[in-house]
Structures are given as structure tokens and as C-alpha cells.
């Protein structure tokens, strides 16, 4: 072989590899975007047992899968109302939640210290003293088109004694000046997933 095509098969090789690799890389940041949709389900869709159900072909191999999910929760119908860090709804320590993390300034090293990840829930619910701080809420959202999909929130705060055997949550609105959206948000009866 001469050195012309040497270097030609050479750069082919090359060429063939970077291809490789920048697929690759899409489908894996396209995989880890159709993770984070893995809530967002056809409104019709359900699942007598609980679990989740997947809108998705079917192949030999559940790693290709497009929501390829292996967590499960349990459904509940719960009613669901919103709160701020004002003492008027909470207590004397309105921005400290009851598993420690300031809900006030900087809440995600707060959660980082106690062992939260602040980017596994869009925000702070609080839950009945059954379900265990970290636990994860799933609050239904409907889209147009009967579509439907899940805001996550993570338990960090409890609710009041007198609503221990009830399925009561709390949503975390933010500080006081949010008191007007809290009260929007008024009192709902939803059908909500606990995730385990």
C-alpha cells in the first residue's frame, strides 16, 4: 500500500469513529430527556396494579425502550392544598421545615446538606407523617389534547398532627409574597402518585 492510501483509509477511519461517537452522545442525551418525560402519560392510560405504565413498542431488550423506567408508586386520591413560609400558616420558624432544610435562602444547599438533590422534584410538599422526608409526590396537570403529566414535589415539611390519617399534602408556595398564588391554587381533590 502506498502512502496515499494508507492516509485515506486512515482519515476514513477516523471520520467513521467521530460519527460513532457523536451518535452516540445524541442518543444518550435523547435518552436521558425521555427519562425526565417517563411521568408524562396518555390521560386514558392506566394501571390496575399501581405501577407504571409505559406508551411505548415493545423490543427484546428494555434498555431501548423510550421510557425505560424501573420506578413504581402507589396512587392515591389525596386532597392538596398550598402554604407559604409565613408564621400565620406555619409557626414561630416559618422558613424551617420539619426535616431541617431552610425553605428561605439558599434552599438547595440546605437540601444538599440534609441529602436532598433539589433537582429530583420541581418543589417542597409537605406529607402526612407516614410518608417518609425524600418521599416524592406526583401532582397531575392536564394539557390541551387530554394529555396529561406529573410536577414532582419532595416531601420536606409535615403536615399538621390532626391530618396524620389522612391523605392531606401541602404544597410549598415559597415565601409570603406568594400568599395570592397559594390561595389560587385553593383546595383540590386529586388522584396523586407516591413514588418508592
Known amino acids: 500500500m502506498n502512502y496515499t492510501t494508507t492516509l485515506i483509509i486512515s482519515i476514513l477511519i477516523i471520520l467513521l469513529s467521530a460519527i460513532g461517537i457523536w451518535t452516540g452522545f445524541f442518543e444518550d442525551i435523547g435518552r436521558g430527556f425521555n427519562n425526565l418525560h417517563t411521568l408524562y402519560t396518555n390521560s386514558s392510560d392506566s394501571s390496575p396494579d399501581g405501577g407504571i405504565v409505559e406508551d411505548t413498542v415493545q423490543d427484546d431488550d428494555p434498555e431501548d425502550s423510550v421510557l425505560a423506567v424501573d420506578e413504581t408508586f402507589n396512587e392515591v386520591l389525596a386532597t392538596i392544598t398550598a402554604y407559604t413560609s409565613s408564621v400565620e400558616e406555619t409557626d414561630n420558624t416559618p422558613c424551617l421545615s420539619a426535616s431541617g432544610v431552610d425553605l428561605c435562602h439558599n434552599i438547595a444547599d440546605s437540601m444538599e446538606k440534609y441529602g436532598y438533590d433539589v433537582f429530583s422534584a420541581d418543589g417542597v410538599i409537605a406529607c402526612p407523617k407516614k410518608y417518609p422526608f425524600g418521599t416524592i409526590v406526583g401532582i397531575p396537570k ?3 389534547g387530554g394529555l396529561s403529566y406529573y ?5 420536606l415539611d409535615r403536615m399538621n398532627s390532626r391530618y396524620d390519617k389522612e391523605e392531606r399534602f401541602d404544597i410549598y408556595f415559597g415565601g409570603p409574597e406568594n400568599k395570592q398564588k397559594a ?3 385553593g383546595v383540590k381533590t386529586l388522584e396523586v402518585k407516591i413514588y418508592k
Open 142 to 144: 392536564k394539557l390541551d
Open 151 to 155: 410536577d414532582e414535589y419532595i416531601c
Open 183 to 185: 390561595l389560587n391554587w
